[in-house]
Structures are given as C-alpha cells and as structure tokens.
C-alpha cells in the first residue's frame, strides 16, 4: 500500500496577479491570487505550516465513504458489485492509522462498518474486516442522501482528527427526500467535513452531484462505466491521503471604504466563494478552502475601491491564509499578497488586463459550458459532450 505520510509539514506561498492601475474615476480592481501548498522543503517565499501533526506522521484524518445502495444498483447486476469493489480499492488505498467508515445509502442511512455510532482505525487487520464487511452490501430501497450526509456527520465528529472528508457515490436521483431536505443536511455538514461526490452510471441528476460536491468543497464527476469505480475510487482516495492542512481560509482585509464584491475559485474548478464569507473582525471576511495537500489553486478577488484623483494609490486588499479556530482566533499560515490600486491617466497602462485575469474573466462562460457538455454527456449525445467538453 502507498504510503501518504510526508516528513515535512506543508508550506504554503501566494502570489497576486494583476493590472493595478485604474483611470481616473475607476473603481474596480480585479486581481488573481494563487495559492500553492508544497509538501516541505520549498524555498523562497513559502511559508510552513503550524505543526500540525507530529513529523514523520501524516494529519489525524477521519474518511467515511457513503455507498448508494438503493434499489436502482441492481440494474445491471454488475453495478453493486462494481461498488463493492470500488468502495474495497478505497479501503486498501487508506494509510495506517486513519479513522474510517463505510455507510449504506438508501432512503435511510445505515453504518456497514465498524458499527456502534464510531470510526475504525485503519490498518491490515481492520481494513481487512471492511472488505469482508462490504459482502453483505445488497441492493434495494429508495434514496435519500441528506440522510447519508448526517451520519458521516455524526460518525466524523466522533473523533478528535483534523482532516474529515467524505466519499460518496450515487447512481440515481435524489427522489425519497425533497430539495429543500438535502440542502438543509448540506448546510448543516458545510464546513464540518469535505465530500467528493460521484454518479455512477447514465441515471442520476448532474446538478444534484455537483452540487453536493460544491457546498462541500469537493470535486464531482461521472463515472458513466462502473467498471471504472475501482480506478476512480483508489484515486480520490489517494488525493485525500495527501491532504495536510484542513479548514483553511481565505482572509480578505480592507480598508475604508472599500467592498469585496465578489471571490471566486477559477481553478482547478470554479467555486463561487461570496455568499460563504463569514466575519473575521473589523473589515475582515473569511473564505472556505477546505483541505489543502500538495496542489495549487488560483481565486479571482473584485474590490470596488472609492474614487480617488490621479496620481493617488491604496492599499485595496490584504489577502491571507489562515486556519479559524473554535474560540474565534486562527492560526496564520503565513503566506500573504497585496491587491493595489493606483490612478494613472496614461491610457496604456489602465485599459492593459493581466493575462491571468484575462484567462478566468471567461471562467463563468467556460463552468457553464462544462455543466452542458456533463448533461449532454449523462444524456448519451457524445458528439455534443464533445463539442461542449472539448
């Protein structure tokens, strides 16, 4: 089995991308902020990570991974066991020493291994009862995933682990629970634990994955083969063996007179982070990341900054990294970056757009395109996925 565990505590760098000047009257200012997280050993203007975990050893991580089984995973009978299968690959895939879980998904929620309302700690012997655990997995019943969602909740919060995170996969809609139920469980699990999310098969409703994935900061896919799961499954599992640092927020300040207008990841996916801002003390705000390994990420900042007369520049945002803390302090993960504005009259200067400002402000354009060509592909028009997907 790999081995996930790094020596070093993560480091974390950013730098801020933009065209700081403005014409005269001009108020908005955009600039692109990436933040890479590094595995240790980075020089330059990284800054490490608080220990946050013992050196040698990887994060106390806890992972529950929720199986779809209602009675559409019968249909072809190949489907559950192609989940079995998948769900044992991400089971052998999980280090030693990690918390973990395996919950039966229908209309109702059920714990398949260990039982008892807790998490088992993995290692060959535990991993080992799972897998014997998943033969009793069977098809039938409806499905009602907020009722999935809550008891990886409960099961997560079980133990004292710095790292949670859910696995689930679905292959059908989301038709025993209304709309309005699922995204109260979505709310109530938003920034408790991270969840990737996966359809199986032609069957499900795209928006309903992704949008479990988005509310908490997972990714989303199809696995429209469910011969493929097992490849799927080995692999989310491995990106969620590498992550560090979790809970970790993006800190915008601002002075006077100044508004965030909005924020937004652009990559490797498009989150809209807005609405999601929590209060960080005077003219501060908190953005959710979620869990961080070894992976860069690149966020879009609009300020909206007051009139100034030219020749006159500001500070329009302070950005950093941070870990919020229960008591309502954070712990600094060091990095920062600047956002500027300076009012120029030469023309060239205030109307040139930064190349990476440039190539997100289409992102909008491009999340939707994607979104089609997702329903274009679930829909079997290939040809049309095609064009939309490239």
């Given at each position: ?103 039966a998904g229908t209309h109702v929620a059920k714990e398949v291994y260990p039982g008892g309302g807790r998490l088992a700690v993995a290692d060959a012997t535990t991993r080992g009862q799972a897998k014997e655990a998943l033969r009793k997995l069977s098809a039938g019943g409806g499905t009602a995933i907020g009722t999935w969602l ?6 997560l919060s079980s133990d004292e682990v710095a790292i949670r995170h859910g696995i689930l996969l679905t292959d059908g809609r989301n038709e025993h629970e209304s709309p309005e139920d699922l995204k109260r469980s979505l709310d109530e ?202």
């Open positions: 089995m790999a081995n996930f565990s790094k020596s070093n505590v993560p480091q974390f760098s950013m730098d801020v991308y933009q065209n700081e000047y403005l014409p005269e009257g001009g108020r908005e200012v955009n600039a692109i902020v990436t933040v890479t997280a590094t595995g240790g050993g980075t020089v330059g203007s990284a800054v490490a990570a608080p220990h946050l975990y013992a050196p040698g050893r990887g994060p106390s991580a806890g992972v529950a991974i929720m199986v779809d089984c209602s009675g559409s995973m019968d249909y072809p009978p190949t489907k559950m066991r192609n989940a079995r299968d998948a769900t044992a690959a991400a089971i052998d895939t999980l280090r030693d020493g990690v918390h973990f879980a395996v919950i809550k008891l990886a909740d409960r099961l699990c938003a920034g408790r634990f991270t969840c990737d999310a996966r359809g199986v098969g032609t069957d499900w409703e795209v928006k309903e994955v992704t949008g479990i994935a988005s509310a908490l900061l997972g990714t989303a896919d199809i696995v429209a083969d469910p011969a493929a799961l097992a490849a799927d499954f080995t692999q989310m599992m491995e990106k969620a063996m590498g992550k560090e640092v979790a809970d970790v927020a993006l800190r915008l300040w601002t002075p006077v007179g100044t508004a965030i207008k909005f924020v937004k990841q652009v990559a490797p996916t498009v989150e809209e982070l807005t609405d999601r801002r929590t209060e960080a003390g005077p003219r501060a705000g908190d953005y959710p990341t979620g869990s961080w390994g070894d992976e860069s990420r690149d966020y879009h900042v609009c300020v909206e900054v007051p009139a100034a007369s030219l020749g006159q520049e500001m500070l329009a945002a302070r950005v950093s990294l941070v870990v919020p803390q229960p008591d309502g302090s954070a712990q600094n993960l060091g990095a920062q970056g600047l956002v500027r504005a300076v009012w120029t009259d030469d023309m060239a200067a205030s109307t040139s757009i930064n190349p990476q400002v440039a190539h997100y402000t289409g992102q909008a354009e491009l999340a939707q395109a994607i979104q089609q060509g997702l329903d274009l592909r679930k829909a079997g028009d290939m040809d049309g996925a095609t064009a939309k997907l490239g």
